[in-house]
């Protein structure tokens, strides 16, 4: 079965550089999650999408920025990255129009940034 | 705001001994519950759920039942293989509208399953 694709795997940038994550989701799932863990820390949400348009937010810095694009996938742009910025991010999917609790979330293996 | 407190590891126990995992959450509604696992350089991965009260999730021999008197969702496994050994991640999961459920994660606890 298709699960969460994301890319690239690992990623390795310098201080100030700019960084873009994809995540290409379950096909027919509307809603995208991101997700930043840092080292030894619990996952921690960012930013996600319903259909296209944001449709929740969370600690996402003002350096970061994301959409949700016509074939549902999304992307994270990076940009002044900092050392701090160093963290696995995890995107999340989800069927369209989650009705009840029982809705369904995959995630993705996730992206390795290292901001040296 | 909502948020989940779980165990602090690392834990580590002999293979074949009982697992007892504590989680305790707060939340503002009727959130539903979950526990993740995360084996060494990979993803989340959901082990179990449970979306209402005294729900029972349950996979791979581990249980965790959902108690609101208590506001807890202790994992438990009856006997631990070297296998387990991971990050297992607390979780409640709430309605925010717009279709956006948001995951409130606790702080992980690291497991290690010494042969």
């Known amino acids: 079965a298709a699960g969460v694709i994301q890319s690239p795997r690992h990623l390795i940038k310098e201080k100030r550089e700019t960084a873009t994550l994809k995540c290409y989701p379950i096909?027919?799932?509307?809603?995208v999650y991101w997700y930043q863990q840092g080292p030894g820390q619990d996952p921690q949400f960012l930013i996600s999408?319903?259909?296209?348009?944001?449709?929740d937010k969370g600690s996402i810095p003002d350096r970061f920025s994301a959409q949700q694009f016509s074939d549902y996938h999304s992307e994270l742009n990076m940009s002044s990255l900092e050392l701090g910025d160093s963290a696995l991010y995890f995107c999340?999917?989800?069927?369209?129009?989650?009705?009840?609790?029982?809705?369904?979330?995959?995630f993705g293996s996730g992206t390795q940034l290292s901001v040296l | 705001g909502n948020s989940v407190t779980q165990m602090e590891g690392p834990v580590t126990l002999s293979e074949e001994a009982f697992l007892t995992i504590n989680c305790t959450y707060t939340?503002?509604?009727?959130?539903?519950l979950f526990w993740y696992v995360q084996y060494p350089g990979e993803g989340l991965q959901l082990l179990l759920k449970?979306?209402?009260?005294?729900d029972k999730g349950s996979n791979k021999g581990f249980e965790a039942t959902y108690r609101k008197e208590t506001t807890s969702f202790h994992l438990e496994k009856g006997s631990v293989q070297v296998s387990d050994s991971a990050v297992y991640f607390c979780?409640?999961?709430?309605?925010?509208?717009?279709?956006?459920?948001?995951?409130?994660f606790g702080k992980g606890t690291k497991l290690s399953v010494i042969p």
């Open positions: 999340a999917s989800s069927p369209a129009r989650p009705q009840t609790d029982n809705e369904k979330l995959f």
């Open positions: 096909p027919r799932h509307d809603t």
């Open positions: 999408f319903y259909e296209k348009m944001q449709s």
């Open positions: 939340a503002t509604g009727y959130p539903s």
């Open positions: 449970a979306t209402k009260a005294d």
């Open positions: 979780a409640l999961r709430e309605y925010s509208g717009a279709g956006s459920y948001q995951l409130t």
